[in-house]
T-cell receptor, first 118, second 112 residues
Framework: GAVVSQHPSRVICKSGTSVKIECRSL??????MFWYRQFPKQSLMLMAT?????????EQGVEKDKFLINHASLTLSTLTVTSAHPEDSSFYIC??????????????FGPGTRLTVL | GDSVTQMEGPVTLSEEAFLTINCTYT??????LFWYVQYPGEGLQLLLK?????DKGSNKGFEATYRKETTSFHLEKGSVQVSDSAVYFC???????????FGRGTSLIVHP
């Protein structure tokens, strides 16, 4: 159980276009999902927290108009990279929290999406 | 604020060698501690976790013990395999938060 999927796994786009990445929790409901960005050989950087039915909370330095997040249901969150540029090329990973609060907290991570902007 | 410090890699070992990847942390309260593994081109998978002091997390031959007195959570494996080659991330989550703070990751390369 606790499987998170992402689609697409890889995407190549031209500069100036928009790209949508989907994150789905397949066998559980996730009131909260998270979007991370990972640069080569570096750790994960939390971009935003996505809450079902409300606006996402963005981390400092992350442009909310650039990275649009929509958490439409308890099993789906989408990240849209608008007007993508080569510097947006990265590995984007989502995760979903199954348990709200408590010490036994855990996130379940998706397999990631490799975005390449030409 | 919370932080995690991991030893820098890459760590290069021969198959069947003993592995230790050091991890220390700074946190308020009593965090939960995690090790995640990322295989090439994939997302993160939870490898093991410990939620209180002196707990030992274990999975697939890997172990880590939550040491509050030294604020450490070192990852160990007695005999590594080529298939263990990956990047390992130490992480913590404080209190009721389920947002981990990650270390920078340590790359492990195991040669036959």
């Amino acid at each position: 159980g606790a499987v998170v999927s992402q689609h697409p796994s890889r995407v190549i786009c031209k500069s100036g276009t928009s790209v949508k990445i989907e994150c789905r929790s397949l066998d559980f409901q996730a009131t909260t999902m998270f979007w991370y960005r990972q640069f080569p050989k570096q750790s994960l950087m939390l971009m935003a927290t996505s809450n079902e039915g409300s606006k996402a909370t963005y981390e400092q330095g992350v442009e909310k108009d650039k990275f649009l997040i929509n958490h439409a249901s308890l099993t789906l969150s989408t990240l849209t990279v608008t007007s993508a540029h080569p510097e947006d090329s990265s590995f984007y990973i989502c995760s979903a929290a199954r348990v709200a609060g408590g010490r036994d907290n855990e996130q379940f991570f998706g397999p990631g999406t490799r975005l390449t902007v030409l | 604020g919370d932080s995690v410090t991991q030893m820098e890699g890459p760590v290069t070992l021969s198959e069947e060698a003993f592995l230790t990847i050091n991890c220390t942390y700074t946190a308020t309260g009593y965090p939960s501690l995690f090790w995640y593994v990322q295989y090439p081109g994939e997302g993160l998978q939870l490898l093991l976790k410990a939620t209180k002091a002196d707990d030992k997390g274990s999975n697939k031959g890997f172990e880590a013990t939550y040491r509050k007195e030294t604020t450490s959570f070192h990852l160990e494996k007695g005999s590594v395999q080529v298939s263990d080659s990956a990047v390992y991330f130490c992480a913590l989550a404080s209190g009721g938060s389920y947002i981990p703070t990650f270390g920078r990751g340590t790359s492990l390369i195991v040669h036959p």
